[in-house]
């Protein structure tokens, strides 16, 4: 597989959008994105880029085709005379080598890297983002992969779970009712053997989250996290997802959207799930 360290900081953030990756690459560019700013500003631009593109790609295939062109279509006239035919040229198979077909792909993921560079730091793009968020709801599927991204951290690094410890929990309720803007309760769920460990605040989908984080005995932790939202009453509760290890129930109230993330081999999530919304 390619090197991607060899490669610009754009180039590695573009191939993570694209899940173009290995896990172990995945896992660097994670711990790199919670810990650089500058980073995770970049990985914001080009995220928004390339879904910029995407909705333009759709629109294109969404308009009709002209109705001139349709017509001039139908009248052409297939041509009186058979156009004589050239001389068969012998066939050419074009096999490119090793190094040619790396050289190409390295070409083509540089000149996508760009694209999506530029597109994503126009003003154009920046000020269509900024437009299609105040009218829109915010993208559900790219806070829940934040939070996902984030859970991996968490159970890869057991000794860094939280930056405001349990012992604090005065500060953990002005500190996160001041950051996310929504009023909470910290659930206590010893009945379920799960220790309450401290509080975090993490970016999804570019707006702060709250997140809770919780551990057992055998080492597995899960979080609370949550934010506000402009969801529709009719959006369904306590869904399950399962992406890989992570499984994510998610549901939401009173204008917060809220996300349980633990391992997808708890077989109680949904049943836990429910328990932390009637103790928030």
């Not at 995220?47 to 002209?66: Q, W």
């Not at 968020?133 to 939070?147: E, I, K, R």
């Not at 997802?241 to 959207?257: C, M, P, Q, R, Y």
Request: net charge negative; hydrophobic share 40%.
């Amino acid at each position: 597989m390619l090197d991607l360290r060899k490669l610009p900081l754009e180039a590695q953030l573009t191939a993570l959008l694209d899940g173009e990756v290995s896990p172990e690459q995945r896992h660097e560019l994670e711990q790199r994105l919670a810990t650089d700013e500058n980073a995770r500003r970049l990985h914001e631009k080009l995220r928004h880029g390339a879904d910029f593109g995407r909705r333009r790609l759709d629109d294109i295939l969404k308009e009709p085709v002209p109705l001139a062109l349709v017509r001039s279509i139908k009248s052409t006239q297939p041509p009186k005379t058979p156009i004589a035919q050239r001389a068969t040229r012998p066939p050419v198979k074009l096999a490119p080598s090793g190094p040619q077909a790396l050289a190409a792909a390295l070409i083509l993921f540089a000149v996508g890297c760009g694209i999506g560079y530029f597109v994503g730091t126009s003003p154009d793009a920046d000020e269509i983002a900024t437009t299609t968020s105040a009218t829109a709801p915010a993208n559900t599927s790219d806070w829940l992969g934040d939070v996902t991204a984030y859970q991996r951290l968490l159970i890869r690094q057991p000794r860094h779970l939280v930056e405001v410890p349990a012992s604090q929990a005065e500060e953990i309720s002005s500190w996160l009712t001041t950051a996310i803007g929504v009023p909470f309760r910290v659930p206590d769920l010893s009945a379920e053997a799960w220790t309450f460990q401290g509080a975090r605040v993490i970016l999804g989908d570019s707006r702060p989250v709250g997140q809770l984080v919780y551990s057992n005995a055998d080492g597995d932790v899960i979080s609370i996290c949550f934010r506000k939202d402009a969801q529709p009453p009719e959006t369904d509760d306590f869904k399950e997802t399962i992406k890989d290890e992570i499984g994510l129930v998610t549901w939401h109230n009173a204008g917060t959207s809220y996300v349980l993330a633990g391992p997808s081999a708890e077989a109680a999530l949904g049943q836990l799930a429910m328990k932390i919304a009637a103790a928030i």
